[in-house]
T-cell receptor, first 113, second 112 residues
């Protein structure tokens, strides 16, 4: 399977704990994106990378959130001191440069107890 | 503001019929549009895209129409099949930005 891969698929944690998600994009893609999706809503943009550079962050991305793409390949999204409102599906997408479709993984569903 | 909306939250059609899913957008600077299909527990799946210099684009059983005058986008699915049941999102890319703005989605149900 050469699509976008995300791990874990599900994460349940207690409020206040830190969590980290991983995304492996389609290998030839330069751009990698993170989105968050809550029930019944469309995905909302969080941040994106071009190669290893993080070029844009949404105001949704509070100081508790940090994303990295150290070698321009896989990316991690960490949430520190999780809160109830962080419960959502976290989606990763990748694309070529320019106006090209973003291809999504199946997401990590985060549940905060 | 930046928004992508859908006229109907749910749509139910008979198997074999054609379906049309509509989408309104408000940002005239949007120059690239994508339709996605999302099944339960999965990520959005790319269906078809269209650039603002086009009015129509066809794929396999799907057609996207873009009316820039009224900022309207539609997805037509021909000869619907049970596997077409899903939530469909339109998304827009605003010129110069590198993020997609999604609407709320339309749930399409195919009745046997």
């Amino acid at each position: 399977d050469t699509g976008v891969s995300q791990d874990p698929r599900h994460k349940i944690t207690k409020r206040g704990q830190n969590v980290t998600f991983r995304c492996d994009p389609i290998s030839e893609h330069n751009r990698l994106y993170w989105y968050r999706q809550t029930l019944g809503q469309g995905p909302e943009f969080l941040t994106y990378f071009q190669n290893e550079a993080q070029l844009e962050k949404s105001r949704l991305l509070s100081d508790r959130f940090s994303a990295e793409r150290p070698k321009g390949s896989f990316s991690t999204l960490e949430i520190q001191r999780t809160e109830q409102g962080d419960s959502a599906m976290y989606l990763c997408a990748s694309s070529f440069l320019g106006e090209q479709p973003q291809h999504f993984g199946d997401g990590t569903r985060l549940s905060i107890l | 503001g930046e928004s992508v909306g859908l006229h109907l939250p749910t749509l139910s059609v008979q198997e074999g019929d054609n379906s049309i899913i509509n989408c309104a957008y408000s940002n005239s600077a949007s120059d690239y549009f994508i339709w996605y299909k999302q099944e339960s527990g999965k990520g959005p799946q790319f269906i078809i895209d269209i650039r603002s210099n086009m009015d129509k684009r066809q794929g396999q059983r799907v057609t996207v129409l873009l009316n820039k005058t009224v900022k309207h986008l539609s997805l037509q699915i021909a000869a619907t099949q049970p596997g077409d049941s899903a939530v469909y999102f339109c998304a827009e890319n605003i010129r110069g930005a590198q993020k997609l703005v999604f609407g709320q989605g339309t749930r399409l149900t195919i009745n046997p």
